[in-house]
């Protein structure tokens, strides 16, 4: 809807209403450019432009993990759809739009990269994977610095403040499923902290994260995730990591994760657990700083995808990825 027509890192199209075009579709990524749940700092409309664009290597649809030793965009066949259209003002039509389209790739068997938008999007992503999977059978991990379980956002049921609670709400995904992890600063208050704990959510905050260690944590995380659940959605939203390395997002809290902390836990998670859907959100390059944040989100997703399909490839070969491997050993 705004800015190139590009797809992500050049990577072949496809057309969520021509089923032909999604035939051996792994992963289909999705621009949900829409920031009309914002709160504070808008922009994030601009972030599926952003990350499909923000690398200095040739758009050519591939992308050789180092540590991983695939190459996703190529291993996995991955296509772009291109931008949903969310009509600015309209967040009820921009949720329904969304919802379908992530739909229509998870039931034709790819797994939805939806490129945000603000966290609103979370909602009919995590929703629309829930559709084809079943309700309650999608965990969810989610890495942010705020919860995002409003009761409202100034009076509106849908924000990018309220998606999850909107969620646990609706049946689509399960309160004791819900995996939480960064969380720091000073919301939500005392009444919607209390609200989280009737649902039996998990959520790790920095201090914690700090006092036990990111893997610990993970691994705790991990066990819930898989339990009873027949796929996890990952939601990552930018703002997770300190501002020193993520300033273009739009409500910024000191003190997070470091950028090399978040790529790791991304690529632990899809790795380890049957990701069935994901999201990138709430990169506002208007805050940006010689794209650092939109370079990191672009990162995320080839984290993501190379860990999928290093998964793959190890489920085929019955072998393990060895993680401290050498790349090259010349002794």
């Known amino acids: 809807m705004f800015g190139p027509d590009l797809t992500f890192l050049g990577v072949d199209r496809c057309d969520l209403g021509d089923p032909e075009s999604l035939a051996g579709a792994d992963a289909v990524v999705i621009g949900a450019p829409f920031d009309g749940g914002t709160s504070y700092r808008s922009g994030a409309r601009f972030g599926p432009s952003a990350m499909r664009q923000a690398c200095y290597l040739p758009h050519d649809g591939s ?38 389209a992530v739909y229509t790739a998870t039931a034709a068997g790819a797994i939805p990269v939806v490129l945000g938008g603000d966290h609103t999007i979370a909602l009919p992503d995590a929703t629309g994977v829930a559709r084809h999977i079943g309700r309650g059978r999608v965990s969810m991990v989610h890495f942010d610095a705020h919860a995002d379980t409003g009761e409202h956002d100034f009076g509106l049921l ?8 909107r969620l646990i709400e609706s049946g689509a995904v399960r309160g004791d499923r819900f995996l939480q992890i960064g969380l720091r600063g000073y919301w939500p208050g005392p009444e919607t902290l209390q609200w989280m704990a009737e649902q039996r959510m998990r ?13 610990e944590c993970l691994t705790e995380a991990f066990g819930i995730a898989t339990d009873d659940c027949d ?14 390395m993520a300033p273009g997002t739009g409500t910024p809290e000191p003190g997070g994760l470091t950028a090399r902390q978040l790529l790791d ?50 489920a085929a070969s019955g072998e393990r990825w060895d993680p401290h491997r050498p790349l090259l050993d010349g002794r």
């Open 231 to 244: 796929g996890v959605f990952l939601s990552v939203d930018v703002d997770v990591v300190d501002p020193g």
């Open 63 to 100: 992308r050789p993990s180092l540590a991983l030793r695939v190459d996703a965009l190529r291993d996995l066949r991955v296509l772009d759809a291109g931008d949903v259209e969310m009509p600015p003002g309209d967040i009820e039509r921009s949720i329904h739009m969304l919802e379908d």
């Open 158 to 165: 849908h924000g990018h403040g309220t998606p999850m609670r």
């Open 203 to 215: 959520s790790y905050e920095m201090a914690e994260i700090v006092a036990r260690g990111l893997d």
């Open 265 to 314: 836990a991304v690529r632990r998670v899809c790795y380890e657990l049957p990701v069935a859907g994901l999201d990138v959100v709430e990169v506002a390059p208007a805050y940006d700083h010689a794209d650092v944040t939109a370079m990191l989100g672009n990162r995320v997703v080839l984290e993501a995808l190379s860990a999928i399909a290093r998964r793959r490839a190890d």
